[in-house]
């Protein structure tokens, strides 16, 4: 069975970085993409980065542009987040997630993934 195991998170002050980490293991599966989702306390679950398993094309949430890189390691079946100039408003539950879907924004789309981590918990002190 496919797992993914998000790790990373914390307590941070303004300003700080992080870096997220998420392994998937449990065997061979259908993936074009990875990504993460985050979601904060009240608010529905939001895109945050996404990366193209074979190619590493990267899409990134305006939020995130210039701030977050999102990277994989395919040897280690591992993607990465990194967080930096984090800000009060990055407070969340962070997920990473998996997709087949191979059209369209299927990677920023929450409903066309099919494996999803527990999420690892951000928390930005002002």
């Known amino acids: 069975q496919v797992q993914l195991v998000e790790s990373g998170g914390g307590l941070v002050q303004d300003g700080g970085s992080l870096t997220l980490s998420c392994v998937v293991s449990g065997g061979a599966f259908s993936r074009y993409a990875m990504g993460w989702f985050r979601q904060a306390p009240g608010k529905d679950r939001e895109f945050v980065a996404a990366?193209?398993?074979?190619?590493?094309?990267?899409y990134y949430a305006d939020s995130a542009k210039g701030r977050f890189t999102i990277s994989r390691d395919n040897t280690k079946n591992t993607m990465f987040l990194q967080m930096n100039t984090l800000k009060p408003e990055d407070t969340a539950v962070y997920y990473c997630a998996s997709t087949p879907v191979a059209y369209g924004d299927a990677w920023a789309k929450e409903m066309m993934h099919n494996h999803w981590g527990q999420g690892t918990q951000v928390t930005v002190s002002s």
């Open positions: 990366i193209t398993w074979v190619s590493g094309r990267t």
